[in-house]
């Protein structure tokens, strides 16, 4: 059993920055990628970030140049900072583990940007 924890998100003004946590743990021997996905009201889950066990990222057209994502591979551990915030950015976000065999998701942080 795996649990992800996240923290980190709240309400910010635009222009303002946030940093979301994600700590996985429980029986976990090795994980592929990281990421974090968000989803708006009345819109599909979307990719934000993902990195990958090499620390390749790959990010949302929308979010480059904006938000960062990084791991601690020690700690089980990724972390999305994000600066410059918009009122789309609102939603909740998502902590998503790829254990190779199996995917888990986080319960969600909400996330809302005022204008």
């Known amino acids: 059993q795996v649990q992800l924890v996240e923290s980190g998100g709240g309400l910010v003004q635009a222009g303002g920055s946030l940093r979301l946590s994600c700590a996985a743990s429980g029986s976990i021997f090795s994980i592929n990628y990281m990421g974090w996905y968000r989803q708006a009201p009345g819109k599909q889950r979307e990719l934000v970030a993902v990195?990958?066990?090499?620390?390749?990222?790959n990010y949302a057209d929308s979010v480059k140049g904006r938000f960062t994502i990084s791991r601690d591979n020690a700690k089980n551990t990724v972390h999305l900072q994000m600066n410059s915030l918009k009122p789309e950015d609102t939603a909740v976000y998502y902590c998503?583990?790829?254990?190779?065999?199996?995917?888990?998701w986080g319960q969600g942080t909400q996330v809302t940007v005022s204008s």
């Open positions: 990195v990958t066990s090499g620390g390749s990222t």
């Open positions: 998503k583990v790829d254990l190779y065999k199996t995917l888990y």
